[in-house]
């Protein structure tokens, strides 16, 4: 209203909206949707942020259609995955991390209970034809994700069953048959041609692929195991870990010695010390370099498996010994009678660089009567020869490329570790998949490659006082004296629960619509619309008032707003 | 000022008591209290207002950031307009609820006569006092309502004194001694508070006072980004109760969580800053002593309960996706 004096002389005011108090700012408020540490630490490229707020809205399927649109495996990964994100997350400041695993696999099993089917990408329909090599976690997930993006996919794998290391290596108490049968069958009707019996070097050769298709993604894992000895000494009847834990999922067959030790601190060694001793063997070891979790121990030292399934290990009465090798086999002829220990710790050499240490005066003696290595396994070199060239893994970028070999792509447990990418699981190798999916996308597409980067949230900018204490929910664990063979060990949430525990989580640095911002301003500068604006929030900053307080930006709960300078 | 359909500031799900525009500091805890009231109250209401901060930056002639009817006079008498306002309409047959705005000093010392006069009256008026401890309007002089150490420019700490040496006033009793229907305190760190007690004494018909504590960034020495967290620590470590009184008895408290010292308080504000100077003993002492203040609020108010649960969510206003987990 214009200010209109009257003959008396005075004024009918004026609104003060006339008056633009954005003119003192020195540092406006902006909406920045960072990255959560959870969706950081995902190896698969999950934003586990994203797919809590649909299910805190009370939608699971949407939860899962945004889930699945990177991971599409999560009844699997709910159940393998040594989850990361759990470590990660925010909420173990305030009391304990959200159960994230519990809700990946409560979602998994709502969307095979429900029949739910991926979401369909749009796009255009691509002539191009890609071959992928190995049906297990990674060719899985690269087939999953180029035929989203409509390319011909054909996948080929030297087993007559899709799934890889997730059908021949992971005992069904953990992840049960019906549950891969079940993902890896919708994950394969979305149009993927798959040739089972077909193995690289014996029944098709990688030139043939790549003078077939316009791009070939190597998914072969590793399949080989390493080669073991001490001081050169072999027991005759070595078996190796890998291999007896694929022959007894096979066909249930295992050696039955009184004692046995296994050398190694992965899944494959706890795993089967844990199927060795469920099968009555009276004494399992387990001597491992790496150390138990613990206070005293690196994060990068502790042995590289999933918490849970160490406790549990334990609880069933396998042994370890952390931070040891085997020093010298004792051996009576060439049968073994025990192994002579010593305690070792990785440590730094002159030049920085960790090594292992062995301390003279601590050995000693186990009296076993059959020693299983499971140190780890390499590439199978078959087929990959020119490739892999005696190396032990495939070299590739963080979109899967060969160097000097262009359209070849790799992946999964078959590459090198790259620092920002650590492989090694069944997450790792799903998001191997999805991003060698772009690469090749890109390349087809003469593009560059692109993946997501948005800045990590501080913790700082996190305003507490906002949450609620709340425990975690516990997730049922069958009783010690009904663990058998098939039964699965760990349980899953119900609804109720999981609906529950996502609740719990704090939306890291993405609007959770609390309204703070808009009842908090003191300058009535923060608006608030029906319409969800680009960046996903409902408020918008009316810059013509803001006088830059900071104040919303310091009681947003999620850290989704920062103050950023004028110019 | 008619506003185009399609500008969002015209669509806001709530009534806009107090417009953008205003003069205040960046972060001012009275203007946001003072908008928090006025959206509370709702259109219907005829505002009287004591000299001071609030009337200075809402209304710079000829421009006005008040929505509804709004009168100001002198500094002492706020009570005594809406008393007189209250009457006219009363004769006119009119219900417009009155409410009358004042700062700490317009309230506990300069216009409590007044106060008194209205209240013991019995006028149909909610009386609101936004507290921020100081006549910061002419340049942070002490009131009856700062607390004590606090350094103001009339209570600087030196060789005689550690900034304030009398307490802050017990206004709060005070009114409770007047006998009237309804008598609370707030903070605008907690708006959800702040709005249920605004709306409860909007629904008597009676006199009623609401104290709400407002911080000044400018006059307590904090960042205008921390007013909330400010505020939120003065009623967390017990030296603002939350309470609410009815015919002078306690009807309720906010429950606290957990035990805060008061030097979590303190050490945000520029203030306090000489009750940090380790060499000097008395600092230690005057930090003791505002501590004791606080544990005896607690004690005095129950402030961690003896009920089912003092540790539930009613001590906080908590979030939740869509909105505050209570509404």
Redesign the interface.
Known sequence: MPITMNRGAFAHAGSSLAFKTGTWRSAKPVHVHATAPCHGACPAGEDQQAWLALLQEGKPQKAWEQLVTTNPLPAITGRVCPHPCESACNRGHLDQPIAIHGIERWLGDEAIRNNWSYPRRGGEIRAERVAIVGAGPAGLSAAYHLTQRKYNVVLFDSLPEPGGLLRSAIPPTRLPRAVIDAEIGRLLRTGIEFRPRTALGRDVTLDELRSEFDAVFLGVGAGKSRHWDVDGAVPADLHEGLALLREWLAVGALPKPNAVVIHGGGNTAVDLARVMRRAGIRDVHVVTASGLPGPDTDADDVLNVVPRELEQAIEEGVQFHPHRTINRLIMRGSKVVGVEMVRLKKLPDGSGRKSRVSFEGTETVLHVDMVVPAIGEVVDATGLEYILRQRDFLSVDMFGRIGGQPGLFAGGDARDRLKAYPNGTVSAAIGDGRRAAEGIDALLSRRDPVEENRPPLPYASLNLSYYESSPRIDLPTLPLEQRNDSAEIEGGPNSAQAMAEAQRCFSCGNCLACDNCWTLCPDNAVLKTSEMAKDGSHYLFDYEYCKGCGLCAKECPCGFISMQAEE | ?TQANND??A???RF?G???????C????E??AA??VTESAGPDVILTNATGCLEVF????????W?VPWLHSLFENSAAIASGVEAALKAQGRRSKVIAMGGDGGTFDIGFQALSGMLERMHNVLYVCYDNEAYMNTGIQRSGSTPHAAMTTTSPPGKERMGKRHLKKDLLSIIAAHHIPYAASAS?AY?QDLRRKVRRAMEIDGPTFLLVHSPC?LGWGH???????VA?LAVQTGLFPLVELERGEVASVMPLRQKVPVTEYLKLQGRFRHLFVDSDHRAREEREHLQALADYNMERYGLFGDGDDPFD?DG??????????RA
């Open positions: 000022m969002p500031r669509r806001q799900p806009r107090l417009e953008a525009g205003h003069r205040a960046q972060g001012c805890g203007a946001l908008r928090l809402t209304t710079p002639w000829p421009q006005s950031a929505r605008v708006p960034p960042d205008g980004s921390e007013t909330i967290q939120r969510a906080a206003d908590t979030v939740r996706r869509g909105g505050p987990a």
